[in-house]
Structure formats: C-alpha cells, structure tokens
C-alpha cells in the first residue's frame, strides 16, 4: 500500500509564493481549493478532483472575517486545522495548505475591496449585504498568491460560484473555474461544516430542503411549467418541518438570477432556510434527465 506525504503548511505569503514559483518553473499544473476549513467529504471532492487534474494542490483553510455580518457565526465558525491535515493527509496528491491568520491576510492598514454588481444584489445578497465583498476580496487575494491553474468550488454555494466566475471575467484573472456537484449524506441533506450546529431533532427537519428540492424536479419531470406551482408546493413542503424558517425558495435564471416565470431545463431553484438558528442553503439545477441530479455521498 502506497503511503500519502502528509500536507506541507504554509501560514505566510512569502513561503507560499516562493514554492509555488518553484514548482510552477517546472512546468508543475497547480490546482487551488479555498475553504474555511471544518473540511467533509464536500470539500475532500474538490480536492480529490483538483489532485487528478493538477501536479500539485493548494487547499486554503482560511475563516474569513470579511465575508461575516457582525451578526453571523465568525466567532463560533468550527476551526479544525488538525483534523482537517488529517483529512487532506489521507487523499492522493500532492497537497499543499495555506492556513494564514487574520493579521496576515487583513493586516490593520487593510483597505481594498472588491464588489461584484448586479448578481450580487439578490437572494444571498439580499440576506447578507457584506457577504459576496467578503467572499471576492479574499478570493481574489488567494488568486493572486497562489497563481493557479484552475480553482475548484462546490456548486452549494451556487451564487457565489457565479459571482466569482463574474469577477474572473470581469477582472481577467487567468484561471479556469471548475464547480463540482453537491456532495450529500445518504438522506439527500446538502454536506456542509455548518450542519455540525444542528441539534439531532433539527437534523432530522433539514432533509426537507432537499426533499423540497427533489419534489421540484419530479414536476419538472413530470411536465409541470409552472414556476409559482412549484414553488408553492416546494415551500409547503419546507415548512412541514416545525422549526423551518424559509429566507428564500426561488426560482431563477443561472446566469441572471432573475426570477423564472417557466420551468426548464438548466433552470436553478435556490434555498436559504434557517432550522432553529441554523441557516442551511441547497439548490437544484433542473434537468431532464433527473437520475444524474442527487450525488449522494458514495458516488464516485
Ligand atoms: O465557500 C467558502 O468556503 C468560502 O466562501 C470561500 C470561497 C473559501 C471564501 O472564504
């Protein structure tokens, strides 16, 4: 049995930078995977597609203050770095990890933002007004450290894949984006480091977002065009769960995001829903081809 080299950590730029230079002057394909860390099997997709497709892989563990309310969970976001090298340590690649501090990345000088319009003002945006500024500052700051070929992110976070696909194009920042299917647990609940908050009666009520969701592409299927039907009967569903507080359930252009007043395919239904104090979001891309739709943890 072949033995994995255990991740080599970097928490300073200047180290980062200068192997990466290194590496890239020997023709090495780098991959870049941002996180905030908390890593599951979500996460360890990215990575896993980001090892077969570049020589060498950064995976940044980074909880970025910016992209939180004063409001939101920074303070009590899960901070996990030995378990997740662990984690890391057991997949097939070479694996760097770039885990600065908040001084680092934002030292007190700090004063430049990037802002993303139009797409930015709606849904998530509505909800989390500082969110996407956040969320493209220190990716943008990642791009430019690490100067890799391609960055890998999960299509949960659908909007902000396309805010920051926006921004690359934008900005003409020279990398390829990759987005990877959602990863879920074996009752169809989207994984994410934010599901470890949920109490055991609140896990058991956050199956209807993607219940909700796959409810949705069987009307599709079915040949339900009708936007506000669905959505109706997605948020009926959602709210069969005692303690579910819906933010949003819409239906929208994937390039747009505007509202959709007829299903098909390649349109997108996004989730915002909070159960008890946890804010849980899924999407769904309809298709008419539904089989290919839900990958569950063991698909390959
Ligand atoms: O998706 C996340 O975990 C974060 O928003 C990201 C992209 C790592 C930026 O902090």
Do not use: W
Not at 165 to 188: A, F, H, W, Y
Not at 236 to 248: C, Q
């Amino acid at each position: 049995m072949s033995q994995q080299n255990a991740p080599i950590l970097f928490t300073g730029p200047d180290d980062l930078r200068q192997y990466i230079s290194r590496e890239k002057r020997m023709g090495k394909r780098i991959g870049l995977v941002p996180t905030m860390g908390a890593l599951h099997e979500g996460h360890l997709s990215l990575v896993r597609a980001s090892c077969e497709a570049c020589d060498i892989t950064v995976v940044s563990i980074f909880v970025n203050p910016t992209q939180f309310a004063p409001n939101e969970d920074f303070a009590k976001y899960p901070r996990t770095l030995a378990s997740d090298l662990e984690l890391l340590h057991s997949c097939n690649g070479t694996i760097v990890v770039f885990a600065p501090s908040v001084e680092t990345m934002y030292p007190s000088c700090f004063n430049t933002f990037v802002e993303v319009g139009g797409i930015t003002e709606r849904l998530e945006g509505e909800y989390r007004p500082t969110h996407f500024r956040g969320v493209a500052t220190i990716v943008l700051k990642l791009f430019l450290l690490v100067q890799q070929d391609v960055a890998f992110f999960g299509q949960k976070d659908f909007q902000q894949c396309a805010v920051i696909k926006k921004m690359v194009s934008d900005l003409n920042v020279p990398t390829q984006i990759t987005v990877c299917p959602i990863i879920r647990e074996p009752d169809g609940l989207a994984m994410s480091s934010r599901n470890k908050y949920l109490s055991q009666e609140e896990r058991k009520q956050a199956v209807v977002l993607s219940e909700s969701l796959l409810l949705a592409q069987k009307m599709f299927s079915h040949g339900e065009k009708d936007t506000d039907t669905v959505c109706r009967k997605v948020r009926e569903h959602i709210l069969t769960a005692r303690d579910a507080k819906i933010d949003y359930a819409a239906i929208v252009d994937p390039e747009t995001f505007e509202d959709c007043t007829e299903l098909a395919s390649g349109v997108v239904i996004l989730l915002a829903v909070r159960i008890g104090a946890t804010r849980l979001i899924d999407n769904i891309i309809l298709n008419y081809s539904h089989s290919l739709i839900f990958c569950h943890k063991k698909c390959p």
